[in-house]
């Protein structure tokens, strides 16, 4: 398994006084948020398959972001979003399927009894997983975050030839990491509460990602996502 990766130089945030990027001239770009997980998962996606060359990040201030991307690169105004064979995609689920299946470098998606159906399901449930959460931040998340950071334990268990959900690493840890990484730190420090307390499967399964250099490269200052989440959340 590729557990390292070189370490990138990463280009500086574009914002409003930001020109644009030339579009569709051969260079395949990714635009991202360095903070946002949504676009983490793709980042990952690249970064694992060893295609930093081949697809050049361009990170967006959000809060300012430039005009001419909603206007002239995607409509939907987002990230990520992917500019690829004359054409910007977007949707981060979509998008980590696309890298796979459209770049080279290792497959994300093992072959096995029963694993790509299990893969299928667990990164479905990513979104109730995603909004359960984030609406308990509005209430007490100490009471009505545990089914949901079970139910990854329980997945965890499923596969016994590797520490990931399928066993070996693929788009299911990607389509979570980002996610368990911000709402770990959040929970943590604002309530206390420990998402690996009684699941060893998941505390396990968050050490061994941090073993990855291409999931490392991409984590987030826990006091940026503190002050984002707690700006989102709770200041009323």
Same mark, same amino acid.
């Given at each position: 398994?590729?557990?390292?990766?070189?370490?990138?130089?990463?280009?500086?945030?574009?914002?409003?006084?930001?020109?644009?990027?030339?579009?569709?001239?051969?260079?395949?770009?990714?635009?991202?948020?360095?903070?946002?997980?949504?676009?983490?998962?793709?980042?990952?996606?690249?970064?694992?398959?060893?295609?930093?060359?081949?697809?050049?990040?361009?990170?967006?201030?959000?809060q300012n972001r430039p005009a001419w991307?909603?206007?002239?690169?995607?409509?939907?105004?987002? %990230?990520?979003?992917?500019?690829?064979?004359?054409? %910007?995609?977007?949707?981060?689920?979509?998008?980590?399927?696309?890298?796979?299946?459209?770049?080279?470098?290792?497959?994300?998606?093992?072959?096995?009894?029963?694993?790509?159906?299990?893969?299928?399901?667990?990164?479905?449930?990513?979104?109730?997983?995603?909004?359960?959460?984030?609406?308990?931040?509005?209430?007490?998340?100490?009471?009505?975050?545990?089914?949901?950071?079970?139910?990854?334990?329980?997945?965890?268990?499923?596969?016994?030839?590797?520490?990931?959900?399928?066993?070996?690493?693929?788009?299911?840890?990607?389509?979570?990491?980002?996610?368990?990484?911000?709402?770990?730190?959040?929970?943590?420090? %604002?309530?206390?509460?420990?998402?690996?307390?009684?699941?060893?499967?998941?505390?396990?399964?968050i050490e061994e990602l941090n073993k990855?250099?291409?999931?490392?490269?991409?984590?987030?200052?826990?006091?940026? %996502?503190v002050e984002a989440y707690t700006k989102?959340?709770?200041?009323?």
């Amino acid at each position: 398994m590729a557990t390292t990766c070189v370490e990138e130089v990463l280009p500086p945030v574009l914002d409003s006084t930001s020109d644009q990027p030339p579009l569709f001239d051969g260079t395949t770009r990714l635009y991202i948020s360095y903070s946002c997980p949504f676009a983490q998962r793709v980042w990952i996606t690249r970064n694992y398959k060893g295609l930093q060359e081949q697809i050049k990040l361009v990170p967006l201030n959000l809060q300012n972001r430039p005009a001419w991307y909603k206007e002239k690169v995607y409509p939907g105004n987002k %990230v990520p979003a992917l500019e690829h064979n004359n054409k %910007v995609i977007g949707e981060s689920l979509d998008l980590i399927k696309y890298v796979d299946s459209n770049f080279g470098g290792p497959s994300l998606c093992p072959d096995g009894p029963g694993k790509r159906e299990f893969a299928e399901e667990l990164i479905s449930y990513t979104d109730t997983f995603i909004r359960i959460v984030y609406t308990s931040f509005k209430g007490d998340p100490a009471k009505e975050v545990g089914a949901t950071f079970d139910h990854l334990e329980t997945a965890l268990h499923k596969f016994d030839d590797g520490p990931f959900f399928l066993g070996q690493f693929s788009l299911v840890d990607i389509a979570n990491i980002p996610f368990v990484e911000k709402f770990q730190i959040f929970l943590s420090e %604002v309530w206390k509460y420990d998402i690996t307390a009684g699941r060893p499967k998941l505390a396990a399964w968050i050490e061994e990602l941090n073993k990855i250099g291409a999931y490392k490269q991409t984590k987030c200052d826990p006091k940026v %996502v503190v002050e984002a989440y707690t700006k989102l959340f709770l200041t009323q």
